[in-house]
């Protein structure tokens, strides 16, 4: 019972994640496209989702501020990191370029696993093998400064 009330939470708020960028069009990599294309034939709606989400997280911002700790956790796990390094430029470089032209990031391509697992399937292979290829490389250059 113990471990069920642990995985309740985080499966709900997945599944509600998920079913709102699903109802929200986010899974769909032609909508995302026609959103990120500003000087073709631009498509403004993911805008207004894009618009619920931030008013949705300000009001939860808000909460959180004034919570001595989460409901279904003993601290919170923020962000601490003020500061912008190479590391992150280049990977929010590559996650936008990635995104602008598959249409999809993570959130989406794993909630589309649920509608359409073979047409994203290549996709998420490729976000997993590159995770990992990623932490590999993390571990190796830990194990060469030590």
């Known amino acids: 019972m113990d471990r069920l009330r642990h995985l309740l939470p985080p499966l709900l708020s997945g599944a509600l994640f998920g079913g709102g960028l699903t109802i929200g069009g986010m899974t769909d990599p032609a ?3 026609g959103f990120l294309d500003l000087f073709g ?22 909460l959180q501020a004034r919570m001595a700790r989460p409901l279904f956790g003993e601290r919170f796990a923020l962000p ?3 500061d912008f390094d190479g590391k992150l430029i280049t990977g929010s470089a590559l996650f936008g370029i990635g995104w602008g032209l598959g249409g999809l990031c993570p959130g989406p391509a794993i909630a589309s696993l649920a509608l359409a697992p073979a047409a994203v399937f290549p996709f998420v292979g490729a976000m997993i093998l590159g995770m990992a290829l990623h932490r590999l490389l993390e571990t190796g250059a830990a194990r060469v400064q030590a």
Do not use: Q
Not at 45 to 62: C, E, K, P, R
């Open 41 to 62: 034939s631009w498509d403004p709606t993911l805008a207004f989702v894009m618009g619920g989400a931030v008013i949705v997280m300000a009001i939860a911002w808000s």
């Open 80 to 82: 601490d990191r003020t």
């Open 31 to 33: 909508r995302v496209r």
